[in-house]
């Protein structure tokens, strides 16, 4: 059994995140099987595909495997990482994909989460942004994604706390779409992507790339790219930076000093 389970049946294909020994970390190993699925399904023209983890996990995903950060003078979140393949490749995968979330889903697991077109949590569901946790600095696109989820006061608070946010809180933000009792989440989303299915493909692929494009659409200047770049290369040079990774591994709180 591979990292991820996938299948396809009426038009619906499901992937199911299979490495509850690592909670599910989006390693690269785990993200390539992923991307293999998903292009499965774009082959076999699915109409919907539906992104979970094994029923009843307490941790939807553990986010980026913090054992492939690369350890300072390195861009942790460069365009090649398989974290912003995988971001991209769900943006722009041809169909709706719907997130069923039971279960923590923390860091780059959550700006996963966030890229897919409709999130459907159960109540135990929470959602946590952790750069802050790690002294990591996040990239621009991954802060819009943020952006496009929930308003500016509410992206600052999850990323300046970097403390889960719970289902019933998300639903009232608008970060998920629906919160559903853990015994109905699975009739409730495949319901859902079947009357997705049902409807025209190729009207409904045109609308989520035209929105994909347009909440893309966030004029940054050149200079402005540059000086961001510029600051993030300050982070990801820095000793907390270091520390931040040192004391996931060591199973320790980090000793920030902000340097
Ligand atoms: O010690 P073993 O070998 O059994 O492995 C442990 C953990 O090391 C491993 N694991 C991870 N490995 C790599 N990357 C991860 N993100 C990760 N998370 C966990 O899985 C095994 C079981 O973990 P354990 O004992 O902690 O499980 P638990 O059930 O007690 O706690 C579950 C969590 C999720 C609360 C806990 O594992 C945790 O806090 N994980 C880190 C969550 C987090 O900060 N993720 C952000 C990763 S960095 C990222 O996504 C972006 C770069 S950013 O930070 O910028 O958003």
Known sequence: MGLVVSHLKDHIGTITLNNPAKRNALG???VKELLAALDHFETRKARVAILRAESGVKVWSAGHDVGELPVGRRDPLGWDDPLRYLVREIENFPAPIIAMIEGGVWGGACETVFAC????ASPDATFAVTPARLGVPYNVSGMLTFLNA????IVKEMAFTAQPV???RAERLGLVNHVVPNSELEDFTYSLAHTIAENAPLSISVMKEQLRIL???HPMSPQGFERVQGLRR???DSDDYQEGIRAFK???K??????
């Open 28 to 30: 690269e190993a785990l």
């Open 117 to 120: 077109d409709l999130i459907v």
């Open 150 to 153: 929930a308003n500016l006061r």
């Open 166 to 168: 719970g289902a019933e």
């Open 215 to 217: 909440a893309g659409a």
């Open 234 to 236: 300050v982070v990801y």
């Open 250 to 252: 060591e199973k320790r």
């Open 254 to 259: 980090p000793r920030f000093k902000g340097e």
